[in-house]
């Protein structure tokens, strides 16, 4: 219980943040052009409010529905779909309203929450990059290659490989790898490096969408680590004859090839002396030792350690929007997917179970902001889809006016908000019932 309490208090801090930022963008924007602002709501608030305030001409308040919030503009027909506004509209246009103002003035507006949840996203980033620096396995230091579990092997890799590139793009960062085969919209060219000679898998696209519906993608590579000794720690390892240097081959009869495939044997001989097989020159000796409590033999093997960049105030700037643009791209190119029948992605769509489940179960400040400003990215690139009732509807259709130079009707615009409303109910539904149906599962 304890570990959803975090969760749920993590999730709804951070969608709070990000509609609060998202929703202040439009506001700032529409009172920088004179336009009049009724309504600033924190999550809706059909039939009554949590809290609400008048302050001026704009009404503040907390709604209890918490999938997302407003600003009601005056003169302007949006998703509260306001029957006071829709009454209001049939009025003459007054100076402050927002159907009066130009053109450019009103797609500002409109793409204001967007540019914030950006901008939010690139502050959180650099703050991170300010105060943690970045931490990352390159894929030049893994020169043992990658050990792989079932689904790779179902796709062709061997304990070993070494992989070079991917489509022929190199490989920096090793997290790049799981990306670029998770994500796939066709088959795949892997260059790899297997036993000192190079070679290219070509991995189709419904072998790696087998992958992922499999999940397989979990834990699909690690780090080849030869099963070296590199340090004896605990006297009962000691005492047991383990070396630094042995090379351990085998754990009560089942063999580990390389280090970390022994984590369910060590798991399963807790408290118990295990027989462990070492090469110790032309040697192999069979040893008793000790496994405690916590599945350990009180060993080292050593491994490649991460990379590691810290940033100045100044230098973080630069980095933390890079890597804001880089998440963009990254999102985008994942709703593009998910509208590609042939990834089956859209089967993997969730809702607001799937998003709270991506926090920790325990609170983290770093994984905390790095989720948040990813949650901003998403928040701004499925706004900008031009569906009627979100930011980027309502900026296509003053985009046509501007290129036509003819304002569509406010009963046309009513009209789109309606069925905006229904294709956003709709995908709701079916995404939060998507992760019902995974619970049963």
């Not at 005056?74 to 829709?86: F, H, N, P, V």
């Not at 070296?228 to 085998?250: F, L, P, Q, T, Y």
């Not at 963009?328 to 992605?345: A, C, D, G, H």
């Not at 009513?414 to 409303?421: A, F, P, R, T």
């Amino acid at each position: 219980m304890e570990v959803i309490i975090i969760k749920l208090v993590q999730f709804f801090a951070a969608l709070s943040l990000l509609v609060l930022i998202h929703e202040f963008g439009h506001f700032i924007a529409a009172r920088i052009f004179g336009i009049r602002v009724e309504k600033f709501y924190i999550f809706f608030n059909p039939w009554f409010s949590l809290w609400k305030r008048k302050i001026g001409d704009t009404e503040y308040g907390i709604g209890w529905l918490p999938l997302g919030g407003y600003v009601s503009i005056a003169g302007m027909i949006d998703e509260s779909i306001d029957q006071e506004q829709l009454e209001r509209m049939k009025q003459d246009p007054q100076p402050w309203e927002f159907r009066t103002k130009p053109a450019w003035q009103r797609l500002i507006v409109m793409l204001a929450g967007v540019t914030m949840n950006v901008l939010l996203a690139m502050v959180i980033y650099s703050a991170m990059l300010y105060a943690w620096g970045d931490s990352y396995y390159h894929n030049d230091d893994m020169v043992h290659g990658y050990a792989f579990n079932e689904a790779g092997h179902n796709l062709g890799f061997e304990d070993g490989d070494r992989i070079i590139s991917i489509d022929g793009e190199t490989i920096g960062d090793v997290t790049t790898i799981g990306q670029m085969l998770l994500l796939a919209d066709g088959e795949r060219k892997v260059d790899i490096i297997r036993d000192g000679e190079e070679q290219t898998l070509t991995l189709s696209l419904e072998s790696l969408v087998a992958m992922r519906e499999s999940g397989g993608y979990k834990g699909l590579y690690r780090e080849f680590i030869p099963y070296v000794v590199n340090s004896v720690e605990s006297e009962s390892a000691k005492a047991s004859g383990i070396v630094e240097g042995d090379r351990i081959v085998a754990i009560n009869g089942t063999a580990t090839p390389y280090f970390r495939a022994d984590s369910e044997l060590l798991s399963e001989a807790r408290g118990t002396t295990a027989t462990v097989d070492v090469v110790r020159g032309v040697d192999t000796l069979a040893l008793a030792v000790p496994i405690s409590d916590e599945g350990l033999m009180g060993i080292t093997v050593r491994q490649t350690l991460p990379r590691h960049n810290d940033y100045g105030f100044w230098a973080s700037i630069p980095a933390g929007a890079k890597r804001g643009v880089e998440e963009i791209k990254s999102y985008w190119e994942q709703v593009k997917l998910i509208f590609n029948p042939e990834t089956k992605l859209y089967k993997e769509v969730g809702g607001f179970i799937a998003i709270g489940n991506i926090f920790p179960g325990e609170w983290n400040w770093m994984a905390f902001w790095n989720l948040t400003a990813l949650l901003s990215i998403m928040l701004a690139v499925m706004n900008l889809l031009p569906i009627p009732g979100l930011d980027g509807g309502h900026a296509l259709f003053t985009l046509w006016e501007i290129i036509t130079r003819r304002k569509p009707s406010d009963k046309f615009l009513e009209v789109m908000q309606y069925i905006g409303l229904f294709l956003l109910l709709a995908l709701l539904i079916y995404a939060n019932g998507s992760d019902i149906v995974r619970l049963f599962k």
